[in-house]
């Protein structure tokens, strides 16, 4: 018998842990730990130790299908390729959209976004970091001058208090929660505020239950029990920073006052009091965050506001310190760092800066690639195509399921099917791509080799351990035979996944020093920018990322969310995740040790809450929002907060975002999924 172990990267959460495929006669059947894996030591959550599971899914696609009098058809890599390239050769540039995926490689997303720009000719590219983390993007962005995690996993372990605001960790990314564990069991304080005492809250030292969306409230709150008491870091915030008068004026108004963002957040006072003073008493202190802070209306004023904090009390540039917003899928920081964006190209190049837009037309060799402006979010395609039918036609999307991980899905569905043409490309039949015109069978994780970056900037190798099923092919491949069909063989003349990287590396500053050989074994943090240079774990250690090296101050006011309790949706509608599942179930629901686990959603209703609506623990409810309503089981719990309800996004059987709101941030345009106005009603007996 012929047995290897082949040594890669999670599939799953932004941590990036690391195990060993085990292939038996050509075949993964296993996961295995891999003891030294840089970020985890061998240790794996449920969804990496069963990893290997969706692989060998009997509905893994084989053959590309092509839908005919609406029944998909199987057909040859050629009839899809001859279709696919008559199709988009028919349209202009704007009328088309393409969509990368978290789940891809960075080859493949850097492949995905030279596609669009070189071969569609199209601006508008973007992915799902929209939904999740579009807000830390260009939030931190706009105050340091990078938008990604300042520090480690592991240097979480070196804080001395741990300050978590909107992220479930300890199930959502339990990997990172070990960091937390081990600093608390040196000493730290770990603070958590959430609407739920979720397994990371019942960690805590001290937990603040607290109202979905008032987020800058806290943050405001604290801030200003910090100048009050003169404890702000008066040298960092002179040396390093600029603009702190504005930022005194905004949070020392009465609003912010404890008293009064204790009646907006219900947090007591005194819990007020003891977060800020441990925050900044303590010798380093690191916030981490995940999408309970991005996904709000006011998302970037959200990020912006913790960015606040840290600056204020000297938390950046050492080590167990830092803003550490926690990326969700494997890969979305390097699809991010890709390009797979609608305003940058690789390394956050602006598409609308001449000498760069010049850099890539170079480096391509291609004069007339898209014009130099910012294209369509994902979130403003949807809303065009079900609101101005004919102005977008056609759309490639690659490994994204957005008929389950968009906000208002009926919404969503009307936009998808006034496309004229979908070509859909995954490892699945997903609810997307049931909806396209063309379907392209890809390799999953498993079959091709390639690289992703987590959550803290560390680039990590994937190696191949096995063929794809049938016909499937690996999306780079893919990607690069379309390319060569629509005219551009020498632009995707690629041999394999080490040669398209070797591009990425010349054309993205923050990875200049990085190769395939290099990134063996621990992988490296970007910034890289020479073939010697060690890799960047702590960014900002001197300066931060802006042409005068300060940190920048801002002014934030608490607003609302969009949607707001009234007498007819008198609940607040939070989403979420569990550990089971991962986001649309695509992989997990087809993995048999994770979907025995956790088989179904529900939507968590407070004990008092439920005895007031009279509804019992397990009965099936029908919750309502404005745009939809579905029936779920109903969990009685007092682990979460009066007045707010929770749903587990992954079942399309009782789909939380056919509930969840579309409003937008206005900078980031990242959907409100963490707060809309519910109701609950008990289903009468039949
Ligand atoms: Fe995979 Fe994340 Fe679990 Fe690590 S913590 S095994 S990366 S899902």
């Keep these: 018998m012929d047995i290897k172990y082949v040594s890669t990267t999670c599939p799953y959460c932004g941590t990036g842990c690391g195990f060993n495929l085990v292939v038996r006669n050509g075949k993964v059947f296993d996961v295995a730990h891999w003891q030294r894996a840089p970020v985890n030591g061998g240790k794996l959550c449920p969804k990496g130790r069963y990893a290997h599971e969706f692989i060998k899914s009997p509905d893994r696609l084989t053959k590309p299908l092509i839908k005919k009098d609406g029944e998909f058809v199987e057909a040859t890599w050629a009839e899809a390729y001859d279709l696919i390239a008559e199709k988009f050769r028919s349209y202009k540039p704007a009328e088309m959209a393409c969509l990368s995926s ?26 799902c970091a929209r939904l ?18 300042t520090n480690s996993i592991m240097d979480i372990a070196d804080s001395r208090c741990i300050f978590v605001l909107g992220s479930n960790t300890f199930e959502q990314h339990p990997l990172i929660a070990r960091s937390i564990v081990r600093a608390r069991q040196s000493g730290a304080k770990v603070i958590v505020a959430d609407p739920r005492n979720t397994p990371t809250a019942r960690q805590a030292d001290l937990y603040m239950p607290f109202v979905s ?89 959200n990020v912006k506001s913790t960015a606040n904090l840290m600056m204020l009390t000297g938390n950046l540039g050492r080590p167990g310190t830092g803003v550490n917003p926690l990326r969700g899928q494997n890969n979305v920081q390097g699809a991010c760092d890709m390009g797979c964006l609608p305003n940058v190209y690789s390394g956050y190049q602006k598409v609308n800066d001449e000498a760069a837009r010049k850099k890539m037309i ?10 130099g402006r910012v294209g369509y979010t994902v979130t403003e395609m949807i809303n065009i195509l079900a609101d101005n039918p004919g102005e977008l036609k056609a759309m490639y999307i690659m490994g994204e399921n957005p008929m389950l991980s968009d906000p208002d899905l009926r ?21 997307t791509a049931e909806l396209a015109d063309v379907v392209l069978p890809a390799a999953c994780y498993a079959e091709k080799d390639g690289t992703q970056t987590n959550t803290e900037r560390r680039v990590q190798r994937w190696k191949k351990a096995q063929q794809a099923p049938g ?71 001197e300066k931060f990322a ?53 088989p179904t959603g529900w939507i968590e209703i407070n004990t008092e809450d439920a005895r007031e609506l009279g509804i019992l623990d397990n009965e099936v409810v029908r919750a309502s929002t404005r745009r939809g309503s579905i029936d779920i089981l109903a969990r009685v719990t007092p682990e979460i907060i009066r007045g707010v309800m929770f749903i587990p996004f992954h079942y399309k059987e009782c789909a939380a975002n056919l509930l969840t ?26």
Excluded at 108 to 117: D, G, S, T, V, W
Excluded at 219 to 240: P, S, V, Y
Excluded at 661 to 686: S, T
Aim: proline letters at 6%; a negative charge; aromatic letters at 8%.
């Design 546 to 598: 802006m042409p005068d090296g300060l940190g920048v101050f801002s002014p934030i006011e608490w607003k609302p969310p969009a949607e707001v309790p009234d007498a007819e949706y008198p609940y607040v509608l939070t989403t979420g995740r569990v550990i089971w599942q991962w986001h649309t179930g695509t992989m997990t629901r087809r993995s048999w040790s994770l979907e025995k686990e956790a």
């Design 661 to 686: 709101h579309n409003a937008l941030d206005p900078v980031a345009r990242i959907p409100e999924y963490k707060a809309c106005a519910v109701k609950v009603e008990k289903i009468a007996e039949v």
């Design 213 to 301: 969306g008032t987020d800058v409230a806290v943050l405001n709150g604290l801030m200003q029990e910090i100048i009050r008491n003169g404890w702000e870091d008066k040298e960092f915030i002179a040396r390093r920073t600029k603009d702190f008068g504005k930022l005194k004026e905004a949070v020392m108004k009465d609003a912010y006052s404890l008293d009064n963002v204790s009646k907006t957040t219900g947090i007591p006072v005194e819990s007020l009091r003891t977060a800020a003073e441990w925050i900044a008493k303590a010798e380093a202190a690191a916030l981490i965050y995940s999408m309970g802070i991005t996904q709000h209306t006011t998302g970037v004023d």
């Design 132 to 149: 999740c983390h579009s807000s830390t993007v260009a939030g931190l962005a706009a105050v340091f001058g990078s938008g990604a995690m």
């Design 471 to 541: 016909e499937a092919k690996e999306d780079w491949q893919i990607i690069c035979d379309l390319g060569a069909k629509m005219g551009y063989p020498e632009q995707f003349a690629f041999k394999g996944p080490e040669e398209i990287f070797n591009e990425v590396a010349a054309v993205t500053p923050s990875y200049h020093g990085m190769s395939y050989a290099r990134l063996d074994p621990d992988g490296l943090h970007w910034p890289c920018p020479t073939a010697e240079h060690p890799g960047t774990p702590i960014l900002h250690r």
């Design 102 to 127: 978290a789940r891809a490689s960075n080859e493949e997303n850097y492949l995905m976004q030279k596609f669009a720009r070189v071969a569609l000719k199209t601006p508008h590219v973007d992915h």
């Design 362 to 371: 170079d480096a391509w060799g291609v004069e007339d690639i898209a014009e």
């Design 411 to 431: 919404h969503v569905e009307e936009a998808l099917k006034n496309l004229e043409f979908l070509v859909v490309q995954d490892i699945f039949l997903t609810e």
